[in-house]
């Protein structure tokens, strides 16, 4: 049981905490999850939850063994669920170079491009025009690492479970067939 003094103090270190306090800063941290839609589990949509169950009938080799089914559909839902991140880090590389969707120059690209010219000396702007696209291309990959560390969050967490489902459907496999 905490004492009163440890009850005032975790309240006023709370007072201080470093969250949004306005409603459009809490507005936008409640979007921050749906930002690339991996967060949303992958279930939620019927036709991939028909896939995923397709995927595990064939993983259970007909074999309707309530335990080993279940880790059978984890194991495709994670399938299923690292395609999607890979997905989403082929399309963020993608958007981030500029290979697809609107010819928009990468994030940072006109603050690297202002900062360059203005250390410049007069006159030479044009040939050093190379470096700054070179720059803005290091921006961009700086930027698509930092996008690629959020992903692999994710990619952690599924491979997890992965193997955790694994070892559970090959235990629950070797058990089903020493009963038979």
Known sequence: MSS???IVANK???????GPR???????AS????????????LMDPMVSAEVDSLAQALAEGDHDGALFAQARIIAEVKL???RIQVAKVSLMNLQLGLVGP??????????GACIQEHLPDGEGDEHKE????????????NIVLQFAKLHRYERR???RCKRAMRNYLAHKEISTAIR
């Open 4 to 6: 009163e003094r440890r």
């Open 31 to 42: 979007r921050n999850s749906l930002r690339h839609g991996l967060a949303v589990g992958i």
């Open 158 to 160: 599924a491979r997890s």
């Open 12 to 18: 006023r270190n709370a007072q201080q905490s470093r």
């Open 22 to 28: 306005t409603p459009a800063g809490k507005a936008r």
């Open 131 to 142: 470096d700054v696209q070179s720059d803005v291309l290091g921006m961009a990959m700086i």
């Open 103 to 112: 010819s928009v120059p990468p994030p940072g690209a006109e603050l690297a």
């Open 81 to 83: 669920d690292l395609e």
